[in-house]
């Protein structure tokens, strides 16, 4: 018979000693003599133990724990731990990307002796990599992060995150990294003359969250048994958003306009999305059989020419990068570079393919700052507190993030005052 790796551990009389014991991977514990009521409360410990540990052996002796089997044992972790909607949240990869600076350096280095200097020789080299100042503290705050978990996983002795700690962030011009621009709210001529465009579902979209200050992930899951339609303003309440594991709630007051937007998608079930992918290539391919020169009898006919299992088709819920993506397409076809764009991209030269980039990059608006827009708004013509409400925030520290201040107000000041 084959043998039963993932049985659970017994517990099981010693007859030579007496004694109870419990094998768990190889190894005989044993825990006094059988029977008794402290010999299963040690059975239940050890068990508990083993549990919590993801029914490993217990873990090495913490000379033994390198760089690399922490790292390890800390991805296994993070890939459980941060979930939402039974997918990983954007945090994996980011622990990946620091991981991948800490094991090319001190990978078959024991994480015992990984100390502060070497995080920051670690920092600096991420410096000299010319990512952004916020990104470096960022990076390293998850490997103290990662140092900190494994503390607690009797890994890592105590002592090691406490010198970690130490280790401070980089202070805004004291470091030779290069800051993150702000991220500052969109022209709406510039979004007007980017939505011709986009496919209609994208489109709406768009002014929907403009006109609400949505999340973009939060627009991506609107649902009609989500909207509560019973006031002169709905209110949605997202089925997922950002701060739902601190306990918030997210409610997204729906105006007027906002309401015709979302009209014509609300005739469907309650628990099915009103923007879906599959649908926009409905209407898109709808569109062009509308525009059709070619007989009928003549050429493909609709859904001859389809692959038959094609890899990926339309789904049923748009993902953020998606969304993104379809903005950031109307936007090259909106501006085009007034050389480069008609020329095919094989036949462009390096130099030309760095500045048809650059140009795009530059004439490319994401949907984040739509919110950026629509806080920025709000907070000139109602105050910072709507401005909180309305984005859904705690805190009226992080709506000033998001809403520029209203200069014309200070320079009022000034003419009055002299």
């Known amino acids: 018979m084959p043998r039963l790796v993932a049985a659970f551990p017994k517990y099981r009389k010693h007859r030579a000693s007496g004694q109870a014991v419990v094998t768990i991977h190889g190894r005989d514990h044993y825990l006094g003599p059988h029977g008794t009521s402290a010999s299963k409360a040690f059975y239940d410990r050890l068990i508990a133990e083993w549990l919590t ?19 390890a044992r800390y991805l296994q972790f993070a890939t459980g731990y941060y979930l939402k909607d039974g997918k990983c949240t954007g945090t994996v990869p980011a622990i990946k990307a ?48 990662i140092f900190k ?18 280790v401070q962030g980089l202070l805004r011009g004291r470091t030779t990294a290069p800051e993150n ?23 709406d979209m768009v002014r929907l969250q403009r006109l609400t200050g949505m999340r973009p992930a939060e627009v ?11 006031g002169e303003v709905w209110l949605y309440r997202p089925a997922s958003h950002k701060t739902e594991h601190h306990g918030r709630e997210r409610v997204v007051f729906l105006g007027t306009e906002a309401q ?38 003549c050429g493909n006919k609709p859904g001859s020419n389809r692959v038959r299992r094609p890899k990926k088709q339309p789904g049923d819920v748009y993902e953020v990068d998606a969304y993104r993506r379809a903005i950031a397409r ?74 520029e201040r209203d200069l014309a107000k200070g320079v009022q000041v000034a003419q009055a005052i002299g």
């Open 149 to 166: 978990w494994g503390v607690s996983e009797q890994l890592v002795p105590p002592a090691t995150y406490q010198g970690l700690a130490s």
């Open 330 to 403: 109307a936007c090259d076809r909106a501006f085009p570079h007034p050389r480069l764009s008609a020329i095919p991209r094989k036949q462009l030269t390096s130099e030309d393919s760095a500045a048809l980039r650059a140009w795009q990059s530059a004439h490319r608006w994401a949907p984040n700052r739509l919110r950026h827009t629509f806080a920025t708004t709000v907070r000139k013509q109602f105050g910072l507190e709507a401005a909180q409400v309305a984005l859904g925030h705690s805190s009226a520290v992080v709506s000033q993030i998001y809403a």
């Open 98 to 145: 620091a991981m991948k600076y800490l094991r090319a350096w001190y990978g078959r280095t024991p994480a015992a002796d990984f100390g502060p200097l070497a995080l920051k020789a670690l920092r600096q080299q991420m410096v000299d990599d010319g990512l952004s100042r916020s990104y470096v503290n960022d990076h390293v705050a998850r490997i103290k992060r």
């Open 181 to 203: 621009p702000p991220i500052l709210p969109v022209d709406d001529a510039i979004v007007e003359a980017t939505l011709p465009f986009m496919p209609e579902v994208v489109a």
């Open 53 to 71: 540990q993801g029914r490993r052996s217990h873990a090495p002796p913490v000379e033994q724990t390198t760089v690399v089997m922490l790292c």
């Open 220 to 230: 991506c899951i609107v649902r009609p048994g989500d909207v509560d339609r019973s």
């Open 260 to 297: 015709a937007v979302l009209l014509k998608y609300l005739a469907r079930d309650d628990r099915t999305n009103c923007f879906r992918p599959c649908d926009s290539m409905a209407k898109v391919l709808a569109a062009k059989h509308a525009a059709r020169v070619t007989p009928l009898s």
